[in-house]
């Protein structure tokens, strides 16, 4: 009977493995949204303070995003979560300003890869577990304004993506005893880490309607376009389809 001892370390990568499979290095950069967030903080605060009819609001949506798939660069849907700020609607509710986070889990890919080499077997698995987060800012004009409780709107607005990698590579050489032939043993080595593959600016469109829901609810149904939403080989832009509740304050 064989038996396997296992002697395993973890510890921090210093390089990456080259089993990997998202293409591309990260490139660090210097991301201007600490003035989008101080834009969008007094954007909220003077609509606090306006005479609009309507308040701030906040809105949790739900839906649908499809995109290239990172890994065999194949169309691909996967749920997409997003936490919504937005303005009162002001000038007679026709216009309002937005400011959102998202994203959506795209999947786990695992490769392994074999040897045997001077009487040791060597196995390499990688890991990687890729999600998509944005932040997004948009104008949203309401063409019926305060003429009707029901509210078509259009809107555009620019957003920041982040693809992230989170991977892990398991390196493993397991060798026969010298002494005892039956007895085998098994070196693990463990390095993980994360990255940012791609990164960057992209517009958007959007399409929408609110409909209300008691004194200071809406209930509302929306659908986003993502373009030119690329970066180091990945295209991640595409439809988005939603459907979410706003409480306005």
């Not at 591309?24 to 609009?52: D, E, F, N």
């Not at 959506?104 to 045997?116: A, I, M, N, Q, V």
Request: hydrophobic share 35%; charged share 25%.
């Amino acid at each position: 009977m064989m038996r396997t001892d296992s002697i395993h370390a973890v510890g921090p990568a210093t390089t990456s493995s080259p089993a990997r499979s998202t293409p591309g290095q990260h490139r660090h950069r210097r991301t201007p949204l600490a003035h989008g967030l101080c834009l969008i903080g007094i954007a909220l605060a003077w609509s606090a303070c306006s005479q609009a009819a309507s308040g701030p609001g906040l809105a949790f949506k739900v839906g649908a995003q499809t995109l290239e798939d990172p890994i065999d660069q194949d169309d691909t849907t996967r749920l997409r979560v997003e936490v919504e700020l937005s303005t009162a609607r002001f000038f007679d509710e026709h216009v309002d300003l937005a400011f959102a986070f998202g994203g959506s889990p795209l999947g786990t890919h695992r490769e392994t890869y074999t040897d045997y080499v001077d009487d040791v077997y060597m196995e390499d698995t990688y890991r990687d577990t890729l999600s998509l987060l944005d932040v997004r800012f948009a104008a949203r004009l309401y063409p019926l304004g305060s003429a009707s409780e029901i509210r078509p709107y259009l809107g555009a607005g620019i957003g920041y993506f982040w693809l992230l990698d989170a991977w892990r590579d398991t390196l493993s050489d397991t060798i026969q005893d010298p002494v005892f032939p039956d007895v085998y043993h098994t070196y693990t080595d463990e390095y993980e880490g994360h990255d940012t593959p791609a990164e960057g600016f992209f517009p958007f469109i959007m399409a929408g309607v609110t409909f209300p829901l008691g004194d200071n609810g809406e209930l509302l149904l929306e659908f986003q376009y993502d373009i030119e939403k690329e970066d180091n080989d990945f295209d991640l832009g595409g439809p988005i389809f939603m459907i979410g509740g706003r409480i306005r304050f």
